[in-house]
């Protein structure tokens, strides 16, 4: 969802869509703690909040 989210985003970077696109190729279904870190980075500047389903 978070990576949808920023896809979304029309004024991103270039740079954006190539975190996207390693994030989406990864062969495990969660990020690492470095991998967590560099999105939410991005999310910030770009003022998304992502609220974690319970």
Known sequence: MRLRQLHQVASRDSSVYWLLQGLGKQAK???????AK???AVEREYNLVWK???
């Open 38 to 40: 560099l999105l939410a």
């Open 52 to 54: 974690q389903q319970k």
């Open 29 to 35: 279904p969660y990020l690492s703690s470095l991998q």
